[in-house]
């Protein structure tokens, strides 16, 4: 699906920005960031109604059990959730950016005195915000609707904590960095939607993901997405459920070590590949 924003003068540029401190820039730009993407019906719709539309038909067809008294609505929670981070931070961000920098938005925003790394820092708060608003939908969704069990202790939430924001660090530094690989505007959904699809279908977002052949798991532990679901899975299931995984356990310590690795990268490759002006600008 393509995602449409519409193209706004630099934060910089408004009257009075340059007696703003780093700190307020940032946040003013982030508050942007926000406003853009409640202005997209499309993405809104898209971005905070697409888990909870897959939520519903998926617990309304399989309404039994997986195994170990662990209902599939827990177990497609986990998914519906990482999913869902991965949208609003990789996903969009490698459509949104393009279409920016198409549009000359950016090579704007680079003439301008505000420092380069508030942009990014707008782009952040805004994956932030609404990342946390569609989790907290979703949970109280299916709460409402399907009995989901909260996590009941404190460490299943520091843990809920931790996989999430290295999570949505690495896919928000990946969804930047794949931005650079559309070389218009109207490509980047063509560039970035199938890459998004086939983690999701590889990496136990679906299917229970010890059902999938053995290739495909090899292949989804190469990316983010599948340690997400993992450790997401170590919240909201039994901790008896981890003899089931792959490994024999939920791994916990793998998980941050791949997303910690993923982060890296994802700078990495932004240092290195992310582009203000599109080739045609020169």
């Known amino acids: ?12 540029a408004a009257p009075g920005a340059r007696r703003l401190g780093s700190g307020a820039l940032a946040l003013r730009q982030g508050r942007l960031e926000i406003t853009q993407f409640l202005r997209s019906r499309e993405s809104v719709v898209f971005t905070m109604g697409f888990p909870i539309i897959m939520i519903l038909i998926f617990a309304s067809i399989f309404s039994g059990e997986i195994g170990g008294g662990v209902k599939f609505t827990q177990y497609f929670i986990t998914g519906m959730i990482a999913t869902g ?5 990789f996903q969009n961000l490698g459509i949104w950016i393009p279409i920016e920098r198409d549009r000359g938005v950016l090579k704007r925003y680079r003439g301008t005195p ?12 805004m994956v932030v915000a609404i990342g946390v608003a569609e989790t907290a939908l979703l949970l109280a969704v299916a709460v409402a609707l399907f009995d989901l069990a909260l996590p009941d202790t404190a460490a299943k939430w520091l843990t809920f ?9 690495a896919c928000t530094l990946c969804g930047i960095a794949i931005s650079s690989l559309a070389r218009t505007a109207r490509s980047g959904s063509a560039v970035v939607t199938p890459v998004s699809l086939v983690l ?18 090899q292949v989804a532990a190469l990316f983010p997405l599948k340690w ?46 992310f582009r203000w002006t599109t080739k045609r600008d020169g």
């Open 85 to 89: 981070l991965m949208t609003v931070s």
């Open 114 to 125: 505000m420092p380069k790394w508030v942009w990014f820092a707008g782009k952040v708060l």
């Open 1 to 12: 699906m393509t995602t449409t924003t519409k193209s706004t003068a630099p934060v910089a």
């Open 228 to 273: 997400m679901c993992q450790g997401l899975r170590a919240v909201f299931l039994p901790e008896s459920f981890g003899a089931q995984e792959p490994g024999g356990s939920f791994e916990l310590g793998r998980v941050a070590l791949v997303l910690a690795l993923w982060c890296v990268i994802g700078l990495v490759l932004c240092l290195t590949t």
């Open 161 to 169: 904590g931790w996989v999430s924001v290295l999570g949505v660090t």
């Open 200 to 217: 999701q279908f590889i990496s136990g977002v679906f299917f229970v993901f010890t059902e999938l052949p053995s290739w495909m798991q």
